[in-house]
């Protein structure tokens, strides 16, 4: 991809990695895992791996798109959105 030099906003790896997520997803990927609950509201960048777990937030392939409806309910309902992948367990070696 190319860089972005010569912007005078700076860029932080977090907001670079979402750039590319959107271009990716383009929409909430939890459109048609979780069809049972209605996307809305604007997009976010979930690192299904969550930080507190040790997900790199900067890494576009640990970032998924979801609109706040889904990830409202992902946060809800840990155990569901482990079966659907949009949570993992980590697991250290
Ligand atoms: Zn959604």
Redesign the pocket.
Known sequence: MASRQGSSVTTSARDAALQTVRRRDIR?V??LLVPQ?R?SGGTVGHEPLFRSRGGNADDPNQIVL??S??HHWVHAHPAEALVVGLAERHQPR
């Open positions: 909430c939890a459109r609950v996307c979801l609109c409806a889904h």
